[in-house]
Nanobody
Framework: VQLQASGGGAVQAGGSLRLSCAASGSIYSIGVAKWYRQAPGKERELVAQITDDGSPSYGEFVEGRFTVSRDNSKNTVYLQMNGLKPEDTAVYYC???????????????WGQGTLVTVSS
């Protein structure tokens, strides 16, 4: 299984970006999916997560600006980010719990990260 994250870029404060994370491989089902971020010199922190039934939750710093969603038919998770601030600058990583079909097993996977840069 591989996770491919995309959608990062450079925007000005107040702008928007939509991150995508697509899983590929011998996938039977995807459970919880999460977005983390890591800013230079800081620890990785949880941005948002969405359960297999679509229930979202967010880090406190999100303050209603981000929306996590998923399209199970495409094995893809999204993070819509609005009202971006310079402090949102970080590498964003996706994470998924995946049940594979062959062999039938459950493992967790990380995407490669996509850089988001927000200028003031």
């Amino acid at each position: 299984v591989q996770l491919q994250a995309s959608g990062g870029g450079a925007v000005q404060a107040g702008g928007s970006l939509r991150l995508s994370c697509a899983a590929s491989g011998s996938i039977y089902s995807i459970g919880v999916a999460k977005w983390y971020r890591q800013a230079p010199g800081k620890e990785r922190e949880l941005v948002a997560q969405i359960t297999d039934d679509g229930s979202p939750s967010y880090g406190e710093f999100v303050e209603g600006r981000f929306t996590v969603s998923r399209d199970n038919s495409k094995n893809t998770v999204y993070l819509q980010m609005n009202g971006l601030k310079p402090e949102d600058t970080a590498v964003y990583y996706c994470y998924m719990g995946v049940t594979t079909a062959r062999p039938f097993s459950y493992n967790t996977y990380w995407g490669q990260g996509t850089l988001v840069t927000v200028s003031s």
